[in-house]
């Protein structure tokens, strides 16, 4: 049994009509189901089995002519018998209406008419849901003239043992121009599927209750095109060639006979067939042609084809109508085909006398009485029995197939059915299958994980709607053809919090209305829907509706980054809005209970909250690939003593690299996790790294607490909640300024570094700044910073950078020659080597290799030569111009803000009329301090033997 119906909105009929209808069928014990306005029931006559609960009825609101009423039938039963319907449940008439009149003004209702005699009684129990029939589905698509795909039309047949026992339904969904999404119905009626509520679309396009938008944008503003001629562009070349176009009943009619006529010709459908109306527009389309209407062999397709041939007659087109000769009622061109008859045996003639064919309209009319169907009934009554028996194995012996319900049915195609009705399955380009509801927020779904289990949710659904319980088997055979589904169609891009849309950036707020932030040049803007589709993983937290009026300096309240450090922080925060871009890592240092992690789980919710946004770092390439692929922001913890894969991912993760592992179960299958994230990494001290990550890396330090600003965890958290929705609409500020103020950029002409993206965006706020704030310069003076260190930690750079100072001092700038004789000169010049020294002259090389950009930055250039005698030969070079700053800045050798708690800086550049500048020697580390001693005592020493007697 179903519940009452909900409570409607304000001014939308008060449904007593409704309620006396349901109260009547749960007083008989009739089975029903309510969705909405809508009920479906299973038909109480007792000479109808209904193992399709066929019975349907629908609230009507009032208007100006009537009150709130009830419209009902039974499909199987027709029109005629609604009386005896009533009869059974106990209702008279006036039952229907909401305000029962006093008395009935129609003369049907006050003609008396004589008492039908009723059928033999079967004994089958209606108070239990009807045995489910598997179905096929067909779907055709209906176009404008232009080939833009506006209507669709799913066509379900029942199939099976039991198929004679169901009945064809049909379902119409809708989109405006543009639109990927399909929604219910030919327009938008109001209807929420979720919450069974209805609503009037003219005055809101959301439900009331969950808050899902279901009404489309082109309903909502009036755009609600007619319903065109199936295959309508095909439809209009034919005519404009002076073929021949077929007009059937339906669109599988339409179909099988396409599938005989010659390749010229057309073979097309009004929508719905003879129940639909015939408009303007399908008279527009065939003006002029030479029309066949191939008519169905019953009333209602007589009563079509001549309403039709007699408006197409008006417009000039030659009209010709044709039936099948299988005298059967109903039979179609689909029947003809079928039976093997070629199309010249179709039968032309007058609908109008075909319709006074008096042994057809019998033919036609009510069902027979019960003693002269009987074979029909029994033959029912003994298939409700079977479905009714427990023991029955099939009726032959047979015994059930694994998933049967025993009913014909398989639990199984209904859950798929269910699936695709509410879902679309689509491929990602990464490999991934998602879902997308046909109606509702576009927002794709993990088809296998995700916050919430798809196939946990679909059994429950199912479970809900039948009280059937889904094995395993059909779960899995559910997800694989799901999978199936998706991987028939086109692979698809899927956004990950924030995706590119024209010139605009679209940001994800992750709620479940679906809603994102447009941000634009000209500012930004909360959508209601998205106009691209966006990804949900486990990871995807919920961002707040930013606020105007807000400003970065509240942000600063609840992150004590450093006063020098803060430009580049809030640069680094800003990139982290653009799609398709390199970020660097953003690296939080300081001493213990600074707030590190506190203050990186505060910056990565302001972009991409996630219910677990602080992890550790992964120690296996797989869960490193897994984590990598959820997220557009990732805080990894307490960073120390990275492994050299560790460091290769990390690198990946700011290029935009891809990974790729073996799926699971396959042999041959791949699956690709990667992207471009925004990695913030926490530790006491970063450390030194390989050149490769150190150059990706942007350092930012922590300042302690000063007494009595430290909050506790508590007052943290609701102070961050209260201040996040005002900080985002500030950051998005500077998001659409600096989005307005690229193209300046990219007109100055730029010697941009490696992460060349955020120089720009660099650049870009310090011109929207205006007062003196030198991002990019900084970045660049911090690059030239972290290329010396690499340089002088190293242990070949650090030589090759002594070696070659030794030589500059002598009046040898420049030095050519091959790995073997650069490897020889620098064993004899070097007195002190580690284990990590490389032995050969190939190790050597490939060692060199990694510290060219380094070795730049310090002022020495190396590169290498084209190859001479099958050896490859080295230049290097003493530049003294180490680093690089913004040539259109001019250079200021005071300290920057950056200088003032830091040694100086020595890549500014000097005077035009003074002198070279002097390096002054850098404090080093015991081990280093100890190998430059020897360096500089050993750089002049003749051969090997003279090392050897230095070391005795």
């Known amino acids: ?127 239990a849901a009807p045995p489910r029939i598997p179905t096929t589905s067909t779907v055709r698509l209906f176009t404008e003239a232009d080939g833009t795909e506006r209507y669709r039309l799913t066509r379900f047949d029942p199939t099976g043992p039991r198929a004679a026992e169901g009945r064809k339904e049909f379902k119409w969904e809708h989109h405006g121009p543009g639109e990927t999404a399909w929604w219910l119905g030919k327009e938008c009626k109001g209807y929420c599927r979720r919450c069974k509520a209805s609503f009037n679309p003219a005055e809101m396009t959301s439900c009331p209750d969950c808050g899902v938008r279901r009404v489309c944008p082109s309903c909502e503003h009036g755009d609600k095109p007619t319903v065109q001629l199936y295959r309508l562009p095909a439809v209009l070349a034919a005519v404009a060639a002076g073929q021949r176009i077929w007009l059937c009943e339906g669109g599988k009619n339409a ?101 006074d064919d008096g042994g057809l309209t019998a033919h036609a009319s009510a069902p027979a009485p019960a003693d002269q169907s009987g074979a029909s009934v029994t033959s029912l009554a003994e298939r409700a029995r079977r479905h009714n028996d427990d023991g029955d194995q099939g009726g032959r012996g047979k015994k059930k197939s ?56 679909l059994c429950t659904n199912f479970h809900d709607r039948t009280g059937e319980i889904a094995e395993s088997s059909h779960r899995s055979n559910v997800l694989l053809m799901l999978r199936g589904y998706a991987e028939r169609t086109e692979p698809i891009e899927l956004g990950n919090r924030v995706a590119r849309h024209g010139e605009s950036t679209l940001l994800d707020l992750g709620d479940e209305s679906g809603r994102v932030v447009e941000v634009s040049p000209a500012g930004w803007t909360v959508l209601p829907e998205s106009p691209v589709l966006f990804g949900r993983t486990a990871r995807t937290g919920i961002l707040p509706v930013p606020e105007r009026g807000g400003a970065l300096s509240e942000l600063w309240e ?18 982290r809005y653009f799609p398709n871009m390199s ?37 296996d390439q797989k869960d490193w690939a897994v984590q990598i692929g959820q997220a557009h922001s990732l805080v990894l913890d307490n960073v120390a003593n990275l492994q050299q894969w560790q460091s290769d991912a990390l690198c990946m993760s700011v290029t935009g690299g891809t990974t790729q592992f073996r799926a699971l179960f396959t042999d041959g299958g ?58 985002l609409g500030a950051l998005l500020d500077r998001v659409a300024a600096v989005m307005a103020t690229l193209p300046q950029v990219d007109e100055l002409d730029l010697d941009l570094p490696r992460l060349s993206d955020f120089a720009r965006v660099c650049k870009a706020l310090d011109l929207v700044d205006g007062d003196g704030t030198d991002r990019y310069n900084d970045y660049l003076r911090l690059l030239g910073q972290q290329a010396e260190a690499i340089a002088d930690e190293d242990e070949v750079s650090a030589a090759l950078i002594a070696w070659m100072r030794s030589r500059e001092r002598n009046g040898e700038g420049t030095w050519e020659g091959t790995s073997t004789e650069l490897h020889g000169k620098l064993n004899r010049a070097t ?122």
Not at 37 to 52: G, I, N, Q
Not at 79 to 94: A, K, M, S
Not at 706 to 720: F, H, N, T, V, Y
């Open 1 to 127: 049994m179903s519940a009452p119906a909900h409570t409607p909105p304000d001014g939308y009929g008060d449904r007593v009509s409704l309620e006396r209808f349901l109260n009547a069928l749960t007083e008989a014990g009739i089975w029903h189901r309510v969705r909405g306005d809508h009920v479906d029931f299973r038909c109480p006559l007792p000479d109808h089995p209904d193992t399709d609960a066929s019975g349907s009825a629908d609230w009507k609101p009032a208007d100006s002519r009537r009150p709130g009423r009830m419209l009902l039938k039974c499909h199987r039963c027709g029109q005629e018998r609604t009386d005896e319907i009533l009869n059974e449940l106990g209702l008279r008439g006036t039952d229907l209406f909401d305000d029962r009149p006093a008395h009935s003004s129609s003369p049907r209702a006050r003609t008396a008419e004589p008492p039908r005699r009723r059928a033999a009684s079967i004994p089958v129990d209606k108070s």
């Open 255 to 355: 179909d099988d006979l396409a599938e005989h006529l010659p390749a010229a010709e057309v073979a097309t459908t009004a929508p719905d067939g003879s129940k639909g109306a015939w408009s303007p527009e399908h008279t527009a389309a065939l003006t002029g042609a030479t029309v066949t209407i191939v008519a169905d062999r019953d009333k209602p397709g007589y009563d079509y084809a001549a309403r039709v041939a007699a408006t197409l007659s008006t417009t000039g087109c030659t009209v010709r109508v044709v039936r099948t000769p299988i005298d059967q009622p109903g039979a179609d061109v689909s029947d003809h085909l079928a039976a093997g008859l070629p199309l010249d045996d179709l039968e032309p003639g007058s609908p109008a006398t075909w319709a």
């Open 402 to 457: 694994k998933g049967d319900d025993g009913g014909g049915g398989n639990r199984g195609g209904r859950l798929l059915a269910m699936a695709m009705e509410e879902y679309e399955p689509v491929w990602a380009t990464t490999g991934e299958h998602y879902l997308i509801p046909r109606t509702g927020p576009r927002v794709a779904r993990r088809l296998t994980e995700g916050r919430r289990s798809f196939i946990a949710e």
């Open 558 to 575: 609840l992150v004590n980054v450093r006063k020098a450090d803060r430009a580049l922080a809030e640069a680094e925060l800003v990139g």
């Open 583 to 619: 970020h660097p890592l953003l690296a939080l240092s300081g001493e213990a209970g600074t707030g590190k992690t506190s203050a990186a789980e505060t910056l990565t919710m302001l972009v991409d909250p996630s219910p677990a946004p602080v992890i550790s770092l992964p120690t």
């Open 670 to 727: 791949l699956v690709s996790f990667g992207g471009q994230q925004c990695i913030t990494l926490t530790a006491i001290d970063i450390g030194s790294q390989k050149a490769d990550l150190s150059t990706r890396m942007l350092p930012v330090e922590l300042e302690r607490f000063s007494r009595g600003q430290r909050l506790s965890e508590q007052a943290l958290k609701a102070r961050r909640d209260e201040l996040r929705p005002r900080v």
């Open 831 to 952: 007195l002190h080597r580690s284990r990590f020294w490389p032995e050969t002259p190939v190790s050597f090389g490939k060692r060199l290799s990694t510290v060219v950009a380094p070795l730049r930055e310090a002022g020495i250039d190396v590169s290498k030569l084209s190859r001479s005698s099958k050896k490859r030969t080295w230049r290097i070079t003493v530049t003294d111009t180490p680093g690089a700053v913004d040539p259109t800045v001019e250079a200021d050798l005071t300290p920057s803000p950056r200088e003032e708690d830091s040694e100086p800086l020595l890549n500014l550049p000097a005077p035009a009329d003074a002198p070279p500048p002097h390096r002054p020697p850098r404090a080093r580390p015991a081990p280093s301090t100890a190998r430059s001693a020897g360096l500089a005592a050993s750089a002049t020493m003749p051969n090997r033997a003279s090392c050897a007697a230095h070391r005795r």
